[in-house]
């Protein structure tokens, strides 16, 4: 039983890079709204949202077994450079959208638990992030590791307040019924977004080539990614519970800040609430700060046919050109936190269509993935989730279309 245990942690790695990712300090605010907005009313899109993500996640993971070439360089190689370098650019912009709110993470959170000014975090904590990139000789090694230990411990935190919370059971399972509260869409869009992220699922066929990963390792891949998405849904129903139990019923609320977010974990921890939800915010704004700059930098970088590894000059470029661009938005951003990290996390869904129909295509491709081509199902499943964004890509877009009328 232990060599078995010993065996399965030794295989987990990209799933965890992918959550760490994708679960960054907008997940956390937004999922905090939702329950204290919304109850438990909307736990259904975070099931719909995390079975699209494990479909495009493993259908990278597929691609990264069975080819030696990169995902952008075979889709260059059958579709033109111009489509390579458009999904490039697209998750360049989707990595730049989430470093914004990674850097608003880490400043409030460190602000909370300091007292120390937020301007400071974002120089303190991106210039570390720089010097990771480097000077770490096996970054993803280290990545794998950090990852781990930051998404256990966050899974850790909110699982034992929950207990205390003493959440509705009842409610919380007709949270599943599909259904869409009066002025949620936004919302919606905001968590669809930050669980169905797409360039972290397209770099799920990096991570695994990067690990070594061979057709025999299939199932392996598979698992791991399946595991990484659960843990990224299940991290967001968590929050959603502990907010809903602990906020809903509560008027006069309204979240703008980490103390207030941290109101839900008061059952177990008391006056150290807002430290221990501080801490957790903090780890997921850090992990995602390195590890989404490193996607969105190589990813952009593989497009131009610039390389595609963080032992190469342009990858690290456009990797810390992403963190500094992060940066300074943060640095110089006034306003209300939690309506800037929801602003941010919908933002990316302007850009992911592009990078759906890549996978999509090349995963259809018979003369590219031969046997390891999508089957029927995965066609169905991969289609509703290209629906899923579409419909909420065009909300958005109408949205502001709306706003800009107004506005002029």
């Not at 081509?373 to 579409?390: D, E, P, S, T, W």
Request: hydrophobic share 55%; charged share 10%.
């Amino acid at each position: 039983m232990k060599e078995k245990l010993i065996a399965l942690f030794k295989t987990i790695g990209p799933g965890f890079i992918m959550a760490s990712v994708v679960l960054g300090p907008g997940s956390i605010t937004v999922s905090s709204r939702i329950g204290q907005v919304y109850g438990y009313k909307l736990m259904w899109i975070i099931v719909l949202a995390g079975i699209a993500m494990a479909m495009y996640s493993t259908m990278a993971a597929r691609f990264g077994v069975s080819q030696e070439k990169s995902m952008l360089q075979v889709i260059s190689d059958n579709y033109g450079r111009w489509f390579a370098a458009l999904i490039g650019i697209s998750c360049f912009l989707m990595a730049a959208s989430f470093e914004f709110g990674n850097n608003l993470g880490v400043a409030t959170a460190m602000q909370t638990i300091t007292g120390i000014s937020e301007i400071v975090w974002p120089f303190l904590f991106t210039g570390a992030a720089i010097i990771l990139i480097f000077f770490a000789k096996n970054l993803y090694s280290i990545l794998e590791k950090l990852m781990m230990v930051l998404v256990m411990s966050m899974i850790a935190a909110f699982l034992a307040n929950l207990i205390f919370a003493k959440p509705n059971l009842i409610h919380a399972a007709e949270g599943f019924v599909p259904g869409i509260p009066k002025g949620s869409l936004d919302d919606m869009s905001a968590i669809i977004a930050t669980t169905f992220c797409l360039h972290a699922a397209l770099y799920q066929a990096y991570l695994v080539q990067n690990k070594g990963w061979k057709a025999k390792d299939l199932r392996t891949g598979t698992r791991d990614t399946i595991a990484g998405t659960a843990t990224l849904a299940g991290i967001s129903m968590l929050i959603i519970i502990t907010s809903a139990a602990a906020l809903h019923s509560k008027e006069g609320i309204t979240i703008a800040t980490a103390g207030d977010m941290a109101v839900q974990l008061e059952a177990l921890f008391g006056t150290s609430a807002k430290y221990v939800f501080s801490l957790g915010l903090w780890a997921a704004a850090f992990s995602s700060l390195t590890v989404n700059a490193v996607i969105g930098g190589g990813l952009l970088a593989d497009g131009l046919g610039l390389g595609r590894t963080m032992q190469e000059k342009w990858p690290k470029i456009f990797t810390i050109l992403i963190m500094l661009v992060g940066m300074t938005i943060a640095v110089f951003f006034r306003g209300n936190i939690v309506y800037a990290l929801v602003l941010a996390q919908a933002a990316t869904l302007f850009a992911v269509p592009a990078v759906a129909i890549g996978l999509f295509i090349t995963l259809n491709n018979k003369k590219i993935m031969q046997n390891y081509a999508n089957k029927r199902m995965q066609n169905y499943i991969a289609g509703f989730g290209f629906v899923l964004i579409m419909i909420v890509v065009y909300f958005k877009y109408h949205r502001l279309i709306v706003d800009i009328g107004k506005a002029f």
